[in-house]
């Protein structure tokens, strides 16, 4: 098991997309790129 912290993580937010000014189309392709990311991480025993 891991243990991982985090913040705020802006799922949703589409300020994140235009003042960080990061290269996603959308709100919906952001969320998808964060979670699959999440996913590939965090396994079912860790702790987040």
Same mark, same amino acid.
């Given at each position: 098991?891991?243990?991982?912290? !985090?913040? &705020? !993580? ?5 300020? !994140? +997309?235009? +003042?960080? =000014?990061?290269?996603?189309?959308? @709100?919906?392709?952001? &969320?998808? *790129? *964060? +979670?699959? =990311?999440?996913?590939? !991480? @965090?396994?079912?025993?860790?702790? @987040?």
């Amino acid at each position: 098991m891991a243990r991982f912290f !985090t913040a &705020d !993580t802006h799922f949703g937010d589409h300020r !994140t +997309i235009n +003042i960080q =000014r990061r290269a996603f189309g959308s @709100v919906a392709e952001m &969320d998808a *790129l *964060l +979670i699959e =990311r999440w996913n590939a !991480t @965090v396994a079912p025993d860790d702790e @987040v």
